[in-house]
Nanobody
Framework: QLQASGGGLVQAGGSLRLSCAAS????????IGWFRQAPGKEREEVSC????????YYADSVKGRFTISRNNGRKTIYLQMNNLKPEDTAVYYC????????WGKGTLVTVSS
């Protein structure tokens, strides 16, 4: 239902854009977010976007560096990540904010110092 992609290895200060492709459900009905899980840590919500008014949420740790957007026609959510830091290293997942769909494998982001 949701497939995250776009991760990779990047140096600190670099950028990546993650994509989350949705299928099999009414995309516009759900607030969808990006989550991440670093080694040895619990999964945390990074950002989400509401389709009804485009309002967004960002965790304090990524404010000013990450930007979430969505293309309803393509049923895709994006996460533009700039000025990446080593502490951003994690597996990134997308899902509804209630975790409705299986989490899948996510996409690995590794930021080297």
């Amino acid at each position: 239902q949701l497939q995250a992609s776009g991760g990779g290895l990047v140096q600190a200060g670099g950028s990546l854009r993650l994509s989350c492709a949705a299928s099999g459900f009414r995309f516009d009905d759900y607030v969808i977010g990006w989550f991440r899980q670093a080694p040895g840590k619990e999964r945390e919500e990074v950002s989400c976007i509401d389709p009804s008014d485009g309002s967004t949420y960002y965790a304090d740790s990524v404010k000013g560096r990450f930007t979430i957007s969505r293309n309803n026609g393509r049923k895709t959510i994006y996460l533009q990540m700039n000025n990446l830091k080593p502490e951003d290293t994690a597996v990134y997942y997308c899902n509804t904010v209630t975790g409705r769909w299986p989490w899948g494998k996510g996409t690995l982001v590794t930021v080297s110092s």
